[in-house]
């Protein structure tokens, strides 16, 4: 490849950036830069020039008025990650947000507050129990000799509900009882000590509270296209990741048609991480898919031809999470990693890794950032390796000796102060030594031979940083297109550059002026019309950040046409097809000029010129939107009224034990059967006939018990307040040292993993999430009253049971901890209770779907105790860093 | 209240700034049109203190509104731009350039020449750096145009000169061209920075008047001073004059060799190795070696059947005389690990077979020579060229198979 025989003018520096910083919301448009003389010779009598910017370029236009779903939404609901309003303090969200990081407040009280709702046997277990007897909660005055060693809590109760009630007024102050109270026992009450307490939940806020702002992790993106190996076939494969904790690879086949459609079911592997990349690149006919997850990161061989499997080489194990995986376009079986300790690897399939480089700092100004990217060069031997502030080339061969500068944020580039290097990308397919790199504020295109200097600048004018890009070279003549993709705001804005003019290499320009692309959430507004809460999930939906960026071209003679994928942090990948319009002298406004009013959108109007495309695209909305509605349906509901077969309450083997039935079994049985045929419940479950069970004699042989199973088992021999008397001895310093331990442990295991972990919660999660999507026919129809019905048969004449909700899901509002401690259940009886409630909510199971594509992710609760794999599945809502 | 009333207008100012911008992204040109008109009432409480103002935000999104304007004319551009010139002092220049940029892309050069000597003469205080540098462009694009129409007039003289007479008139204006030209010209190249026109165009000047020594000088200042770019283009120029000089062999391989330092894949490369090959010295032939390796180590030479047949050549030699095996033993050993699976892949076989018959022929022989005859490359090759009856490849087949003990060496 040739170099150009002159460059655009333009001088050079350098130093730190001296511009003043500040995203411009309009910078990129309306300047030419330089001007190049690019006519063929001189010996014309007139010179023509050609700009930097504002050369003509190819006309794309969509052929959509939105993007469009490639996949049914996989089943299981997606959990969303947390947002500003979860952490912020309320009042100062917007002002906040816009403020940046140290600005924010986070909201501290509220999530130590939830965990002590949430987890009170964590917060107060052994103090609870032992000051039972001494608090007392009724509403009438303590008699005399009670009153010596008893406190009356209702009023401290009173008294924060008044405190509640008058957040927010100036000139509230702490009622004194309170102060007296919380400055009495705040040294002893907790069971985990305070201050640690506090500090773990404050890191870990804090860690929330940037990844939000901007979470790096996803850089480079997470769904990737192998095209078919001769560009006859229509049939491609899309690699991406799905499940509810996105810990699942597929490889699915895609037929290229009119709307890109699925075919057969995809190849499917199970990953013990959140997939955070996928990288894909061709060498020798074969596609090498990297998969990067934060401790993991594996790779795939894909055989060319299609419908052959793909086969899983190596995996490798990470202690501090990588931060990027680029596939050797060079080398079969070659990839580059980067972890966030600032180690640049080089991994070979048959060598194994070599490390290339080691250095927690930064390369040219200090940046706290630890994110590092790596990627390959037009030399197979030498990678280039980034961190925020810039970008390095060396040499694998002698890594300490042989490098060069690329690229610094700097004077160099005519950077701004505070720009920081977003995403580097090797533009091999382009021209072998050409480079784009981004910012916060711009992108850069930049030739290996010519470091430091980019040959193309342009402010990208982007609202959030672009996190993804994509590069579809173009033939000679004509432009190569960059997709920049950018994660929390969906943006995608396609760019055309040109390197080349005729047969000789001239300059880069870019072409033609930017596109902004649909983004998956901008279908919305074509959606038929929802009812409110489904609208409101629905628009959650979609506005998921995204997580990936995909595209392809296609050329059916004369007709061209680019097709882009989309993947959501939800799962969904949504795709849009550019066709390409031959130049026309003059453009008539185009039909998107007009604004289109939200549910009367052209895709469901089916307009005359492509009634077909449109009315598939339409049905394949309608699809979708079932697909979803079903798959966020939780616990899965009936058309029939639910019925409550006494069956269900005991497995098979507890109804036909050897001996037969107890008289004590017997007795409970016919007690609850009453019950329930009654509607009522059961207030103190032993008889008082109920013999103590035979304490269990293994606990007391085991040897080294942890401190649980010595509580429990001093529990269950009955001397459990002595057990109390020498637990007090521990030190709280050894207490500390013990929990210091266990979450530097468990941070080290789940990492950002907890991001995922701690916010999904299973059943909370889903009560909050039928309360929305309830419905009232589907759950209970009022026509039909549910009946709860023994051995399947409704007794006749008995009443029923509920009277169909006007409210709906009362039963969500009874599972929670709080309203059964209001109802006076002590607590070692509302897990049966809503243990109980919930299998009367759930119905009878449903049977195993037919082998569908999607048929193992039905699993719902093993595959939510896969969000927490570290820990056991939980119940209740786990709240941040817990 | 008055602050009430800024913050709304503030805030319907950024609501219809992102109006304009979707409209510009998605080609709406009419409807941008619209908003602008609207946001142009912005520039009465201009309190903003943001380094892009509105009135910068004006003159970006009205040019690049008229750019594509169906309906826009160079008129209405050029008046546009004039009343952008009256908006900022701050940016009177970068307006002007701006516009002398249009006016050059539209091949409206007069009046570009003319806007040019305009923003030359203005005055305002104290100028910033970012104006000094915006100053020095206007004039070295002044000094371009200048050059262009020098040139225009020594074609008119030679074509005369030809015919036998001279015309003075249009020599003395040519003079001018030239002083005009060389001043301006010579201004701008001493600040760092890429200048490739710049510096070609002067160095044009100075060889037509025979300066050579000065030509020389600002071309070793433009290559190989340290506070310029390390630009490939600049050694190349120098080459370039070097070879028009009729210089010594010497000293065009010791600019080749520090453009071969700076970028080893420089297409020049080919050249370098001709003529390093053709040196009777041994360590020139060595670098020659060293060199055509090093350019097909990179992506974009892979299918280079140019550079292939070099190397091919003087690998050929170096078995045939038998001198030298550890020239290639030493390239090879730092290659042999990952050239194999980049260059001599059986995959890469099938299709340089298929598109490009010569270029597996050279790639056949340096696979033979190093890797044996056992090597895929050279086993797919040969065989389907002995099946398809090329004499070419029964050669190759012989030759490798006699010297298979070579390759044994150079493995070894």
Known sequence: MEFPAALFPSYFGAGPPREEGGPAPLAGWGEHGQVLEGGPGRRQVQPAFVPRRGATGERWEAADAAAVPVLLPSAGCWIPSPAPQDILYRSSLCRKLRAGKSGATLDFAKQLGHFFVDHPEDAFGSLGRLLHKNFYLGNSKLKRPARNSTIRMTALVEDIDRLEARRGCPRHHLASRLRWFSHLCRDWLFEVPLGLLADCLHEELMEQWSNLLFDDSLTGGALAWLPPEDEGTPVGRLVHPGGQAMNHLYFQDVVLEELPRTRGSPAQFELSGRVRQVAAARVDGQDFVGVRSDYHCGVWRVPGRTGAAPAPLQVIRTDVPASCLTVSPHLPGELSVCTQSGTIYLWSVETGLQQLRHDPETMFFRDHSPWRWSDFTAHPRVLSCADRTGLQCLDARAPKKCHFDLFKVGEEAGCQQGERVVLPMYLGRAHPSQYLVTTQFSVYVLDERLPLVPVLKWAHMMKAPPLFAHLTPGHPGRTHKVLLGASRTQELLLLQYRGKRSSSESACQLAGTPQKLHSIAGCLQHLPTQLPHRHHLLRQRLAAPAAGLAATLQEDGPHKSMLIFQLSEAGDVFCQRLTHKAAQPSAPPSRDEATTAPGSSPLFEAPASSPQGSGATALRYRRWLRALSRACREPPRHTWPPSLSQRRLFTRKDLEGPAGPSSLQRQMRQRLRQTMQEGGRIQRWEPSVLQPPPLPQGLELAGGLDSLSARLTAAWAGDWEQWWEERTSFSVAQRQQALRERRRRQKRAQGRRSLSASFTSSLTYQSELSELSDTGPSLLSPGRPPILSQEGSPPAGSPPVRSPPTSPAPDEALLSSQSLRCRGIPKERRKTLRDYLSVWAEGPPEPPEPPGSQASQLCIPSSQSQLSSASQPRRKRPRMGF | ?412
């Not at chain 2, 908006?87 to 539209?106: D, M």
């Not at chain 2, 036998?164 to 002083?179: I, W």
């Not at chain 2, 050549?313 to 020239?327: A, C, E, N, T, Y």
Request: charged share 25%; hydrophobic share 40%; with cysteine.
């Open chain 2, 1 to 412: 209240s008055s602050h009430e009333h800024k913050l709304n207008f503030k805030k319907s100012k950024e609501a219809c700034l992102s109006y304009i911008q979707d409209a510009l992204l998605q080609k709406q040109w009419n409807r941008a049109a619209e908003f602008l008109t609207c946001y142009v009432e912005s520039l009465e409480k201009d309190y903003s203190r943001e380094h892009i103002g509105p009135s910068e935000m004006i003159w970006r999104i009205g040019t690049e509104i008229l750019w594509h304007h169906s309906q826009s004319s160079m008129k209405d551009f050029n008046c546009f731009m004039e009343q952008m010139k009256t908006l900022g002092v701050k940016r009177y220049l970068k307006v002007c350039l701006e516009h002398v940029f249009h006016l050059l892309c539209n091949g409206q050069i007069d009046e570009a020449y003319q806007s040019l000597s305009l923003a030359e003469s203005w005055r305002f205080g104290e100028q910033t750096a970012i104006q000094d540098k915006e100053m020095k462009l206007i004039q070295a694009y002044r000094g371009l145009l200048d050059f262009y129409s020098w040139s225009k007039q020594k074609n008119i003289l030679l074509e005369h000169s030809e015919d036998g007479f001279s015309d003075l008139a249009v020599e003395q204006e040519m003079h001018s061209c030239f002083r005009k030209a060389a001043v301006n010209l010579k201004e701008i190249i001493k600040i760092p920075g890429v200048w490739d026109l710049f510096v070609k165009c002067y160095v044009d000047l100075l060889e037509f008047y025979g300066d050579h020594n000065e030509a020389r000088q600002v071309l070793n200042e433009y290559a190989y001073n340290s506070k310029f770019p390390a630009n490939p283009n600049a050694h190349v120029y120098l080459y370039q004059f070097l070879k028009r000089q009729g210089e010594s062999k010497k000293s065009l391989i010791s600019a080749l060799k520090i453009l071969h330092d700076i970028v080893p894949s420089h297409e020049l490369m080919i050249d370098f190795n001709t003529m390093l090959q053709k040196s009777k010295k041994r360590k020139k032939r060595r670098l020659g070696l060293e060199v055509i390796f090093a350019a097909l180590d990179y992506a974009g030479w892979k299918e280079n059947a140019k550079a292939w047949s070099c190397l091919a050549r003087q690998v050929k030699q170096i078995v045939i005389s038998d001198k030298h095996l550890d020239w290639i033993k030493q390239e090879w050993n730092s290659r042999k690990d990952w050239w194999p699976a980049f260059h001599f892949s059986r995959y890469l076989a099938k299709r340089n077979w298929q598109e490009n018959k010569s270029l597996s022929y050279e790639k056949a022989l340096v696979a033979g020579i190093l890797l044996g005859k056992d090597c895929k490359y050279f086993k797919y090759v040969s065989h389907q060229g002995c099946k398809a009856q090329l004499k070419r490849f029964r050669m190759l087949k012989k030759f490798v198979n006699r010297h298979n003990p070579v390759c044994l060496r150079i493995c070894g």
